[in-house]
């Protein structure tokens, strides 16, 4: 009967699923610019994951294994018993912030062309300004390097006692790409 159940759930999960159309639209509005629920819902987890963190860091206790592998914590003066739990939890919250941060990151960065096309044709209009301006100038500067690169590694060569025929045979090998 059990089995059974779960069939029947999971062939209605997929029937529903098959005939639904999730768009740009839908996911689009759960960015946090947009969804101001989402927002405060990240703004706690969040400030929850930053709390958890920095209790951490200023009373000096860390997450450590212990050795039936669960987290622990740990002070100066060795760990602490019975906060198996608590390390557990407070790594699971930074964990969860963590991973809700990214999450409203990037879902914030897919939909910026949609949500805020004034600001998208802002950066693409000063990236494209950037390249006019700086066309050239990276090239120039790998010049440089690799002409002081040359000079020095030369120097260095030099100071060690190598020859004339070794610097040759060395360049050689440099040129064809053989180390």
Same mark, same amino acid.
């Given at each position: &009967?059990?089995? +059974?159940? &779960?069939?029947?759930?999971?062939?209605?999960?997929? #029937?529903?699923?098959?005939?639904?159309?999730?768009?740009?639209?839908?996911?689009?509005?759960?960015? $946090?610019?947009?969804?101001?629920?989402?927002?405060?819902?990240?703004?706690?987890?969040?400030?929850?994951?930053?709390?958890?963190?920095?209790?951490?860091?200023?009373?000096?206790?860390?997450?450590?294994?212990?050795?039936?592998?669960?987290?622990?914590?740990?002070? =100066?003066?060795?760990? /602490?018993?019975?906060? +198996?739990?608590? #390390?557990?939890? =407070?790594?699971?919250?930074?964990? /969860?912030?963590?991973?809700?941060?990214?999450?409203?990151?990037?879902?914030?960065?897919?939909?910026? $062309?949609?949500?805020?096309?004034?600001?998208?044709?802002?950066?693409?209009?000063? =990236?494209?300004?950037?390249?006019?301006?700086?066309?050239?100038?990276?090239?120039?500067?790998?010049?440089?390097?690799?002409?002081?690169?040359?000079?020095?590694?030369?120097?260095?060569?030099?100071? &060690?006692?190598?020859?004339?025929?070794?610097? &040759?045979?060395?360049?050689?090998?440099?040129?064809?790409?053989?180390?």
């Amino acid at each position: &009967m059990k089995l +059974m159940t &779960m069939l029947v759930a999971a062939l209605t999960t997929a #029937a529903t699923c098959a005939h639904s159309e999730v768009t740009t639209e839908v996911v689009c509005t759960y960015a $946090p610019s947009q969804n101001s629920t989402v927002s405060r819902i990240g703004g706690l987890v969040s400030g929850a994951a930053a709390g958890t963190e920095v209790t951490l860091l200023t009373s000096g206790l860390t997450v450590v294994a212990h050795s039936s592998g669960a987290p622990i914590l740990t002070g =100066a003066g060795g760990y /602490i018993a019975g906060t +198996m739990a608590g #390390a557990l939890v =407070a790594t699971t919250v930074v964990t /969860i912030g963590v991973i809700a941060a990214g999450t409203a990151i990037t879902v914030e960065l897919a939909c910026a $062309p949609k949500n805020h096309p004034e600001f998208v044709k802002k950066a693409l209009d000063g =990236a494209k300004e950037y390249q006019t301006v700086s066309k050239g100038k990276l090239e120039e500067l790998v010049d440089a390097v690799r002409k002081y690169q040359t000079v020095t590694q030369d120097k260095f060569y030099e100071f &060690m006692g190598e020859t004339w025929y070794e610097r &040759m045979i060395r360049k050689a090998k440099a040129g064809f790409g053989i180390s």
